[in-house]
């Protein structure tokens, strides 16, 4: 008889149905973690991490944000208190996480890979679990790579810079002896960023560098994003990424866009309406490179970053400060991919919205652009950030369905910067699963275990394998 006293084996799953649909078809099911910001560093050199704070809490802005709002120190969060005294305060602080994701996260991913289950953490387990994980931590299995083969993941695309030098890619792909592909994923958002001159510039010189192009004109600027966008493409790049806080479709033509880079290179700020100009011209430009090499575009929309000046000046960016922004997507979102299909330049699309209020509006907008032959071209991406929580996931799942083809979907992603972090694929796995079975339960779906059951199998896995056309022989 199992000692789990949480996360069980059927754990979400309450119909019959649905526990047979999760263990019988989507448990076993490889993980495509299609989207990530795991460090490849840490994967070629094979990191091991020298206890849980390092591996579970370091970077983590959800649990920092947690801590926060418990009141807790930033001593124990992002300062100078040790690992240990880290990973305390986060035990006192998660009985607190009741109904917050961070309790079924915390818990699902201290039982995959370690096997703790049988019991909670909190103040009073704290300590045993420390030592408990810790000790495992030590072992070869429990590596950056160990972790990646304990969780049966198949490849990963991580996020990354025209300017990266992709080395550490290079070193896993050459290393025979780990064959897990991790792939480098496009993410241009610092081109485009012509509102802060001087980053800008510090950027482009960057990129000069890197892609041995000078740089005197927009035309330069976007035969050295061309040469990037190809060493990207030999290195086993499937997809790019653009984090935005809403749509670009500004009217523009060549010489404005190239009015406003000579402007920011000088030095000088553009106005609102020539920011908008270059960066829609750069998302035509970026999609149109896409589109050639047959990638997938993703487009992350709604945040509003950086709000609290006073921790951004002490901590600077991604330290938890971030949250939902209430910009208006639809218009300008169409005219953006209308122009593309107008030419016949749009590539595969994945949209996320932060705001919960745009799932049907997306969802809704990617069956206006369809492609023969190409099933589920345009997707409605998984419930992302602030949505990425059980509601959030189940209002993804019906929005999709719909007003779309939940059959197509490509599934779930990480998002994440914790190898720790696959277990929220298991977690959408049984959120999918229970939602499916309990409708077969009530005869809202069919009880045929296979026509539904094929269903999770291609959402957890097949559905990304074949949409992003990886090579997983």
């Avoid at 896993?172 to 064959?179: I, K, P, Q, T, Y």
């Avoid at 045929?448 to 394998?465: H, P």
């Amino acid at each position: 008889m199992s000692d789990d006293i949480f996360i069980t084996d059927d754990f979400l799953l309450d119909t019959p149905q649905a526990r047979r649909l999760y263990h019988d078809y989507a448990e076993g099911m490889p993980i495509i973690d299609y989207h990530c910001h795991l460090p490849p560093q840490q994967v070629a050199e094979d990191t091991r991490f020298e206890n849980m704070t390092r591996i579970w809490l370091n970077g983590d802005h959800y649990k920092w944000r947690a801590m926060r709002a418990c009141g807790v120190d930033e001593k124990y969060c992002t300062g100078g208190a040790s690992d240990w005294e880290k990973f305390a305060k986060w035990a006192e602080v998660v009985p607190m996480l009741l109904r917050n994701p961070l309790y079924h996260w915390t818990h699902l991913e201290l039982k995959r890979p370690f096997g703790i289950a049988d019991r909670l953490l909190n103040p009073q387990a704290a300590k045993g679990i420390w030592d408990e994980c810790n000790e495992k931590l030590a072992q070869p299995g429990f590596s950056a790579r160990g972790i990646m083969k304990r969780m049966n993941v198949a490849l990963v695309c991580t996020t990354d810079d025209p300017t990266d030098t992709l080395e550490h890619h290079k070193t896993v792909a050459e290393d025979e002896s780990f064959n897990i592909p991790v792939l480098p994923t496009w993410r241009p958002d610092k081109g485009m960023a012509v509102e802060n001159p001087e980053a800008f510039n510090v950027w482009v010189e960057k990129l000069a560098a890197v892609s041995d192009t000078d740089i005197g004109s927009l035309d330069d600027f976007l035969t050295a994003l061309s040469k990037r966008h190809d060493y990207f493409a030999a290195m086993g790049c499937r997809l790019s990424d653009h984090g935005l806080e809403t749509a670009c479709a500004a009217d523009y033509t060549q010489a404005e866009v190239a009015a406003v880079f000579d402007k920011v290179r000088a030095g000088n700020r553009p106005d609102a309406g020539e920011t908008l100009k270059f960066k829609s011209a750069m998302i035509y430009e970026f999609a149109v490179m896409d589109h050639e090499k047959d990638w997938t575009q993703q487009f992350h929309f709604g945040p509003m970053r950086n709000v609290n000046t006073r921790m951004f000046e002490a901590l600077g960016p991604d330290t938890g400060f971030d949250t939902i922004g209430d910009f208006q997507i639809g218009r300008a979102l169409a005219r953006m991919l209308d122009r593309l299909d107008r030419e016949g330049k749009l590539p595969k699309t994945i949209l996320y919205n932060l705001n919960p209020r745009d799932n049907e509006l997306l969802a809704a907008m990617l069956g206006n652009f369809p492609e023969s032959g190409v099933p589920g071209k345009m997707q409605f991406g998984s419930a992302w950030w602030f949505c990425d929580t059980m509601d959030g996931m189940k209002r993804q799942i019906e929005a999709l369905s719909s007003v779309g083809v939940l059959r197509l979907f490509v599934g779930m992603l990480t998002d994440s910067r914790s190898f720790l972090s696959y277990a929220r694929h298991e977690y959408f796995r049984r959120i999918l699963c229970n939602i499916l079975g309990g409708e077969m339960a009530a005869g809202v779906l069919p009880n045929d275990m296979d026509l539904v059951g094929a269903t999770v199998r291609d959402i957890s896995y097949n559905n990304a394998a074949r949409y992003f056309g990886f090579d997983l022989s």
